[in-house]
């Protein structure tokens, strides 16, 4: 029976190459896969899914306003074997409804890759509905500086310190997040710490 699975972790997990491996097993296997990943991802492209070590590959963009379940129903069905989402914490909770109606009505398993927490630690709208939905959640684990395993997201400023305030999406990598433990993330705000970003001399 296929199932809605939901694997998220930290910036730096290496989430997307792990997408992009998934959909290479699958077609190694003579399956066809249906890479999405929702608009507001921009970083690589409109339509390209490029991992930090080099991996990349088309992929179907979803808007905020895309019924993916109709979608499915009227150009994959019949011709998709997997649903691999990248970014996943950008779609709307409908758009989750919507993957979980067709693993439900369509034995076609979803396999969702993203963020579990924004800035501030709180639940991307998309993430927090997979976590009330999907079927499997698994954690992929990245570590902080210090060696602990990281869960935040922490957003660096022009000048190195964390921010605490601001719009949720605001698109960027190394050059404007680093993963921290929620220890290092508590110290960096009290202290008001200077944060090295990874790839900065």
Same mark, same amino acid.
């Given at each position: 029976m296929a199932k809605l699975y939901f694997k998220y972790g930290a910036m730096g997990s290496s989430k997307t190459a792990q997408a992009l491996i998934t959909k290479y097993n699958y077609e190694e296997n003579g399956l066809k896969v249906w890479l999405l990943k929702p608009s507001a &991802? @921009? #970083? &690589? $492209?409109? &339509? *390209? =899914? #490029?991992?930090? *070590? $080099? =991996?990349? !590959? #088309? %992929?179907? %963009? !979803? @808007?905020p306003d895309s019924d993916i379940y109709t979608r499915f129903r009227q150009t994959k069905k019949g011709c998709c074997d997997i649903i691999i989402v990248d970014e996943c914490q950008f779609l709307t909770p409908e758009q989750i409804d919507q993957l979980r109606a067709i693993v439900n009505d369509f034995d076609i398993p979803v396999i969702c890759f993203g963020l579990r927490t924004d800035f501030q630690t709180k639940l991307f709208p998309g993430s927090r509905r997979l976590m009330e939905v999907a079927d499997t959640f698994d954690e992929i684990k990245t570590i902080c500086d210090c060696g602990n395993k990281a869960i935040i997201n922490a957003r660096i400023d022009g000048n190195g310190y964390i921010v605490t305030e601001g719009a949720q999406v605001v698109l960027g990598g190394n050059d404007s997040y680093i993963a921290m433990c929620h220890r290092c993330y508590e110290t960096g705000i009290r202290e008001h710490k200077v944060i090295k970003l990874h790839g900065q001399n």
């Open positions: &991802d @921009t #970083r &690589d $492209g409109q &339509d *390209i =899914l #490029r991992s930090r *070590i $080099g =991996l990349e !590959a #088309r %992929v179907e %963009v !979803a @808007t």
